[in-house]
């Protein structure tokens, strides 16, 4: 199941490469990225963008969320599976002309109705002082695990 089918009531997902450079810019505003490991605060111009998500893409499914209006306004990073896992790393980020409309708590609806069954867990670590991101996974049953200075949230699809 690829994420590209993900679609929710406010949020399609697309391939990354079609998100313009404006797009992109502001989901690499330094607001948007505070919190996100360290190569995501590094991307200056449009090409290293393009470069880093190309790179991410080898390593895990990556898409654009788009808005009703076809607008980019958000990503999607979800880990491949390694060989005997059933754990999905997950990441996400939305500009910050999204926030406050409910999108990340819509999004990750939207996720485990996607894998509900499956025997995937979804797993995402969020850092201490991202307040608003555990309180989206915790209150969509995410199990939170204190790990250093981020806490690892898990949820289980069943199966």
Same mark, same amino acid.
């Given at each position: 199941m690829s994420l590209l089918d993900l679609k929710t009531?406010?949020?399609?997902?697309?391939?990354?490469?079609?998100?313009t450079a404006a797009e992109l810019a502001g989901l690499f505003a330094p607001k948007v990225v505070q919190w996100?490991?360290?190569?995501?605060?590094?991307?200056g111009s449009d090409q290293s963008r393009?470069?880093?998500?190309?790179?991410?893409?080898q390593q895990a499914e990556v898409a654009a969320l788009c808005n009703a209006a076809g607008e980019g306004v958000g990503l999607i990073?979800?880990?491949?599976? =390694?060989?005997?896992? #059933?754990? &999905?790393? %997950?990441?996400?980020l939305?500009?910050?002309?999204?926030?406050?409309?409910?999108?990340a708590s819509e999004l990750i609806g939207g996720l485990q109705a996607h894998f509900r069954g499956s025997g995937?867990?979804?797993?995402?670590?969020?850092?201490? =002082?991202?307040?608003? #991101?555990? &309180?989206? %996974?915790?209150k969509s049953?995410?199990?939170?695990?204190?790990?250093?200075?981020?806490?690892?949230?898990s949820w289980f699809s069943g199966v």
């Open positions: 009531g406010r949020l399609r997902a697309a391939p990354w490469q079609d998100l996100l490991p360290d190569g995501f605060q590094a991307q393009r470069e880093f998500l190309a790179a991410v893409s990073i979800l880990s491949f599976p =390694e060989e005997g896992s #059933s754990i &999905r790393n %997950l990441g996400y939305f500009a910050e002309s999204a926030w406050g409309q409910g999108l995937v867990t979804l797993s995402g670590g969020v850092m201490q =002082e991202n307040a608003a #991101s555990a &309180r989206v %996974l915790q049953g995410f199990t939170p695990e204190p790990a250093g200075a981020e806490t690892v949230y």
